[in-house]
């Protein structure tokens, strides 16, 4: 039988080394371990997310504090959790809906990414059992959106007269390149205008313009919108509106072969009228038949054919 007093002392003693073991283990060795990639990729105005998962070696681990700010900023934290308390910044939150202390998955959602928003990030995770910091970046790109064309004037253009053309893009991050083509894929650049202007946003507008003389065998025109690179990011065809597809007198132009799209709904409505009025003719004459003979079987249906080829 041991001695009670050895037992406590002893076990005093392994308290003792345990705790130290405890501590030193805390500044060199850690019990929890932020992980998070070295670069995250964003795309201006829409939505990025700066991954960070806590990896504890114990499994039950309380989140104390999260801190998440930009590197080298003088700016407050842009999100900050610290003792059941959320201090956040309009326009960054915990990437999990309903993040709570026991969620390991600290990841960061920047909901509108702007350019502004690239350069190095810095979370910083205090736990019950350790804490532990990790600086990913975020690497924000931009893209031209697809362009948007139309021309001076824009509709009943004539033949051999002068068109303008235009081929406008935003959103590129550096000054782009727009190309055109004529319909037999015929690189017309040479004779388009282009001018680049910076927006407040950082971002570059560009607007080409392109004057032909319009002729109806060239009717469809392709802008393509490259950015710095050159590498393709979005294009549009335009056809120039022509008076009328087959051009010349106006004589032709009024027994065209083409029917106007105006047409097409009147003869719907104007046959559907005739129809009603015609049936309702039938009817009438039918019962003021029925009032005079009740044998009227035959003539019905004569009536009823008649009805019939009129309204085919
Ligand atoms: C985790 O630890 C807390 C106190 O530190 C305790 O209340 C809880 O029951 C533990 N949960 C599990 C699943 O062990
Ligand atoms: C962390 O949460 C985000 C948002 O819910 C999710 O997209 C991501 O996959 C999660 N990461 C891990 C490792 O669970
Ligand atoms: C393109 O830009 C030009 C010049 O800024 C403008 O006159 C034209 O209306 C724009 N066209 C479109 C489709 O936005
Ligand atoms: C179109 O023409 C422009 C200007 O001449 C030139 O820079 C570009 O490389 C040409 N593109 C193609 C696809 O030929
Ligand atoms: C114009 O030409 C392009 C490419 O040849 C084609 O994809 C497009 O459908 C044409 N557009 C019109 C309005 O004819």
Known sequence: MRNPKMTSATSLLFFAINFACIRAENSSEKFVKLECKTEYHGVYGQQSILECVVKPVDENVTIITVTWKRVGAAADNLLEYHKDKMIPTPGF???????????????????????????????????????????????????????????????????????????????????????????????CTESAELVAKETDDGLFSLASNFTVKATSSYTNYTCKVLNVNEALEGKASFEIQFVSRNLGSKAEKLDSVSTPKWLVPVVVIGSLIIGLLAALLFFKKRSAQRGHQTDTRHDDDVEAKGLNSDSS
Do not use: H, R
Not at 107 to 126: F, I, P, Q, R
Not at 160 to 184: A, E, R, Y
């Open 93 to 187: 939150k915990f990437a999990e809906p309903s993040w709570n202390k026991k969620n390991m998955n600290v990841s960061l959602l920047l909901t509108n990414t702007k350019m502004a928003d690239n350069g190095e990030y810095e979370c910083e995770v205090e736990t019950d059992v350790g804490t532990d910091k990790a600086t990913p970046s975020l690497s924000v790109t931009a893209k031209y959106k697809t362009p948007t064309m139309s021309s001076i004037p824009d509709t009943n253009i004539q033949e051999n007269t002068i068109v303008t053309i235009f081929c406008n893009s935003t959103g590129g991050p550096q000054k782009g390149l727009i190309w055109w083509f004529d319909q037999s894929g015929t690189n």
